[in-house]
C-alpha cells in the first residue's frame, strides 16, 4: 500500500464504484432543489435522473463548496492515519473551493509537521477532473511517490482536453453565463454552443453550431484534431452526461468509429449534481488527453 492518498470532490463526477476500484478518496459539494440541502454524494441522495427531471419541470437548484471547517475534519482523518496527502480541487475557474482547501492545509501542517499535504488546482472540471485522478491512480499504482505525482499534475494536467455542448440554453441564462436575448435568439434557432474548459480554467464558448447532429460532429472533431497521436490515440476517453445518455451514446459511437483503438473503450459517466445544476438536463461532455491548453 503506498504512505499517501489520492483525493478530489464528487465533482470529478465518476461513479462511486469507480473511485473505490481506483482507491480515490472524496468529499462531497452541496446543493439544493426546491429549498431543500443535500449533499452531492454522487447520486445517492437524489438519483440523477429523478433530479434532472424535477430540473425540466422548473425546480431551482442552488450549489455551495466545501468549507474549510469540512476540509479541516476530511484531511484530518487521513493525517492521523499517518497519510499524507495529494489532494486536486475543482477548477478555480469554476469554483472558490480551492481556497477553502488551501486554507485547510494552511491549518494542518504545524500540526502534523511529519506529513506532507498537497493542494493542487486540478483547473479541470467533471469527468474531465475524473479523467487526471484516474490518471494519477495509474502513475501512483506504478510506483510513483507523492512527490512525483504533484509534479506530473502540475506539469501535464492542461493537457486534458475539454469540450462539451448544452441543448438547452435556460440553465446557462439562469447562471449568467449566457445573456437571455442571446439565450432566446439561440434557443428559437435550436443553437447548441459549443465549449470547452481553457487554460485558466474556465468555461468558454468556442462555437456557436445549429443542431444537435451538427454539435456532435464538431465535438467530435476537436478530439480529431487534438489527441495525443490524432486518430491513433489509445489512451483513455470518457464522457459524461446530463440525463441524455442516448446522446452520450451517438457521440461515444462516433469517437470509437473516428478512432479505432478507443473501440469499445470509451466510458460513459453521469454529470454530478453540482456541475448539472449550472448546466441542465441534455449536457454531454467529452474528455481525452491531447495538445496543452494555451488559450
Not at 432566446?184 to 447548441?192: S, T
Amino acid at each position: 500500500m503506498s504512505d499517501y492518498i489520492l483525493s478530489c470532490s464528487s465533482t470529478a463526477d465518476l461513479s462511486e464504484q469507480h473511485f473505490n476500484k481506483r482507491d480515490i478518496k472524496y468529499i462531497c459539494f452541496h446543493f439544493e432543489i426546491d429549498g431543500v440541502g443535500y449533499m452531492d454524494d454522487l447520486g445517492k441522495s437524489i438519483p440523477f435522473k429523478e433530479f434532472y427531471n424535477r430540473m425540466a419541470a422548473g425546480s431551482m437548484t442552488k450549489t455551495s463548496q466545501i468549507n474549510v471547517g469540512e476540509y479541516l475534519e476530511y484531511f484530518e482523518s487521513f493525517l492521523k492515519e499517518g497519510k499524507d496527502i495529494l489532494h486536486l480541487s475543482l477548477s478555480s475557474g469554476i469554483s472558490g473551493t480551492l481556497n477553502s482547501a488551501t486554507i485547510a492545509r494552511d491549518q494542518l501542517v504545524d500540526k502534523y509537521p511529519d506529513r506532507k499535504i498537497y493542494v493542487v488546482d486540478s483547473l479541470a472540471a467533471s469527468a474531465g477532473y475524473g479523467l487526471v485522478m484516474d490518471k494519477l491512480a495509474d502513475l501512483r499504482d506504478e510506483g510513483k511517490s507523492i512527490d512525483e505525482l504533484y509534479k506530473w499534475t502540475v506539469e501535464h494536467r492542461l493537457e486534458c482536453q475539454h469540450w462539451f455542448f448544452v441543448s438547452d440554453l435556460h440553465y446557462l441564462v439562469r447562471g449568467g453565463r449566457v445573456s437571455k436575448v442571446a439565450g432566446a435568439i439561440g434557443n428559437v434557432l435550436n443553437i447548441c454552443p459549443l465549449m470547452n474548459v481553457d487554460y485558466q480554467g474556465r468555461l468558454i464558448v468556442r462555437a456557436k453550431v445549429r443542431g444537435k447532429n451538427a454539435v456532435m460532429k464538431a465535438q467530435v472533431e476537436k478530439m480529431v484534431e487534438l489527441a495525443e497521436n490524432g486518430t491513433d490515440y489509445d489512451g483513455e476517453c470518457f464522457i459524461s452526461n446530463s440525463d441524455c445518455y442516448d446522446d452520450a451514446r451517438a457521440v461515444a459511437d462516433m469517437i470509437e468509429d473516428k478512432f479505432p483503438k478507443l473501440k469499445g473503450r470509451v466510458k460513459i459517466y453521469d454529470i454530478g449534481t453540482t456541475i448539472g445544476s449550472h448546466t441542465g438536463p441534455g449536457t454531454v461532455a467529452l474528455f481525452f488527453w491531447g495538445s496543452q491548453r494555451v488559450d
